[in-house]
């Protein structure tokens, strides 16, 4: 007979044991639920890259837009800078025109896409352009 009781005894303890057990779980459940609303919704933002959302052909538009904003920089800066020169006694000789062109050029493209994607709307002028 005391074995018995001890059984039973021993069932009941585990039965409880069980029942606390899952009522942990359930207010666990709970508790992440509570917490999933009352926390904000946050939206994933995704960065789409200019060039990689457009087709083949707008993107080969922006390119040669913004190439040949770049190359009139170069040339002004150029048609500028040679009567400045000239008036301070130093002459560009002939065969030298193109090189300070290319320099002047590989400058006046990376200070435009900088200044660029620098202002407000992050946009070349090609971009906004199409």
């Given at each position: 007979?005391?074995?018995?009781?001890?059984?039973?005894?021993?069932?009941?303890?585990?039965?409880?044991n069980?029942e606390?057990?899952?009522?942990?779980?359930?207010?666990?459940?709970?508790?992440?639920?509570d917490?999933?609303a009352?926390?904000?919704?946050?939206?994933?933002?995704?960065?789409?890259?200019s060039?990689?959302s457009?087709s083949?052909?707008?993107?080969l538009?922006v390119s040669v837009?913004?190439?040949?904003?770049?190359?009139?920089?170069?040339?002004l800066?150029?048609l500028?800078?040679?009567?400045?020169?000239?008036?301070?006694?130093?002459?560009?000789?002939?065969?030298?025109?193109?090189?300070?062109?290319?320099i002047?050029?590989?400058?006046?493209?990376?200070?435009?896409?900088?200044?660029?994607?620098?202002?407000?709307?992050?946009?070349?002028?090609?971009e906004?352009?199409?």
């Amino acid at each position: 007979m005391l074995e018995q009781n001890n059984e039973k005894e021993e069932i009941i303890s585990e039965a409880e044991n069980v029942e606390v057990e899952e009522t942990k779980v359930v207010e666990e459940t709970e508790a992440i639920e509570d917490v999933k609303a009352e926390s904000p919704k946050v939206e994933e933002v995704k960065k789409v890259d200019s060039f990689k959302s457009r087709s083949f052909i707008s993107a080969l538009g922006v390119s040669v837009i913004d190439t040949i904003i770049t190359t009139a920089i170069a040339m002004l800066i150029f048609l500028v800078s040679k009567p400045v020169l000239k008036g301070l006694g130093y002459k560009i000789v002939a065969n030298k025109e193109y090189g300070v062109v290319a320099i002047l050029l590989v400058v006046s493209a990376l200070c435009y896409y900088t200044i660029c994607r620098c202002v407000k709307n992050g946009k070349t002028l090609g971009e906004a352009i199409l």
